[in-house]
């Protein structure tokens, strides 16, 4: 059974950092893409930035590039996601994903597995 949890969110003054992390469990992950996803109050949920689990390939929603930056540590099955200067904008649930499949994508229903979610506050 897969399993993916978050952790690391918190509450955080605009212009700090958090790094979440997501550990993943339940299958071999090396035919994966593991992304990170973000829902805020109120609206949809949207795409943060993805990781190739074998070979290391990252992609980025255009708003989070040079703030946000997505890994993965083999040995610890794990995934994060290093958020720096953020911004009360940035407030929001933020999820761990996991997709099957040879390419990337940031369609939230193209991904197979979900964590809990972790919170993440910004405050002005």
């Known amino acids: 059974q897969v399993q993916l949890v978050e952790s690391g969110g918190g509450l955080v003054q605009a212009g700090g950092s958090l790094r979440l992390s997501c550990v993943a469990s339940g299958r071999t992950f090396s035919s994966y893409y593991m992304g990170w996803f973000r829902q805020a109050p109120g609206k949809e949920r949207e795409f943060v930035a993805t990781?190739?689990?074998?070979?290391?390939?990252?992609y980025y929603a255009d708003s989070m590039k040079g703030r946000f930056t997505i890994s993965r540590d083999y040995a610890k099955n794990t995934v994060y996601l290093q958020m720096d200067s953020l911004k009360p904008e940035d407030t929001a649930v933020y999820f761990c994903?996991?997709?099957?499949?040879?390419?990337?994508?940031?369609?939230?229903?193209?991904?197979?597995?979900w964590g809990q979610g972790t919170q993440v506050t910004v405050s002005s």
């Open positions: 994903a996991a997709r099957y499949g040879s390419s990337w994508s940031s369609l939230r229903y193209q991904y197979d597995y």
């Open positions: 990781i190739n689990w074998s070979g290391g390939s990252t």
